[in-house]
T-cell receptor, first 114, second 119 residues
Framework: NAGVTQTPKFRILKIGQSMTLQCAQD?????MYWYRQDPGMGLKLIYYSVGAGITDKGEVPNGYNVSRSTTEDFPLRLELAAPSQTSVYFC?????????????FGPGTRLLVL | AQKITQTQPGMFVQEKEAVTLDCTYDTSDPSYGLFWYKQPSSGEMIFLIY??????QNATEGRYSLNFQKARKSANLVISASQLGDSAMYFCAMREGRRSNFGNEKLTFGTGTRLTIIP
């Protein structure tokens, strides 16, 4: 199993540009998440999904959109990039709704908006 | 109020010594889970250990153990016999909510502790 994969690893955007961060998992996990990590900080939840076709906002959703058309994929869309979106983005997944279920993280996408 | 507090921004520890990383949490929910993740310089998040709020015993995973003091709302990570490869950022995280609650899946993270092991 590849686990959780993310592309690209690194990207530079100009202010106002758009892009999609890709995330895929091959563990047949129902739950998927997008987090952002700002320098020196912990992770904050942007959006999450509990299954194909079902998504919901997390703590910091403004400026982002998501979709979940398949169990495997959970792309994150930035429509009008702003310098405040400079961050490292992590995608994660977990199998079921259980208190002890851990989330498995992808390697991250480092995004720089200039 | 901060849900997860890690008061040690950085720590330096001699190789082979034990180290304790502090974590306190705040919740009014009786059902919750506490996690520790390691983030090496390569950037990925690695799950280390889990403690449930109803677990009677402290969790252990190899050299990692969790010192869970429920009344004090603390969940400190203890690493025994530290190694150079333990140098990394360490994050404490919490999941609140009962098993049946839809949407209570998010992890709330602390700001992390940067651990440096000195040879």
């Amino acid at each position: 199993n590849a686990g959780v994969t993310q592309t690209p690893k690194f990207r530079i955007l100009k202010i106002g540009q758009s892009m999609t961060l890709q995330c895929a998992q091959d563990m047949n996990h129902n739950y998927m998440y997008w987090y952002r990590q700002d320098p020196g900080m912990g992770l904050k939840l942007i959006y999450y999904s509990v299954g194909a076709g079902i998504t919901d906002k997390g703590e910091v959703p403004n400026g982002y959109n998501v979709s979940r058309s398949t169990t495997e994929d959970f792309p994150l869309r930035l429509e009008l990039a702003a310098p405040s979106q400079t961050s490292v983005y992590f995608c994660a997944s977990s199998y079921r709704l259980a208190p002890q279920e851990t989330q498995y993280f992808g390697p991250g996408t480092r995004l720089l908006v200039l | 109020a901060q849900k997860i507090t890690q008061t040690q921004p950085g720590m330096f520890v001699q190789e082979k010594e034990a180290v304790t990383l502090d974590c306190t949490y705040d919740t009014s929910d009786p059902s919750y889970g506490l996690f520790w993740y390691k983030q090496p310089s390569s950037g990925e998040m690695i799950f280390l250990i889990y403690q449930g709020s109803y677990d009677q015993q402290n969790a252990t995973e190899g050299r990692y153990s969790l010192n869970f003091q429920k009344a004090r709302k603390s969940a400190n990570l203890v690493i025994s016999a530290s190694q150079l490869g333990d140098s990394a950022m360490y994050f404490c995280a919490m999941r609140e909510g009962r098993r049946s609650n839809f949407g209570n899946e998010k992890l709330t993270f602390g700001t992390g502790t940067r651990l440096t092991i000195i040879p």
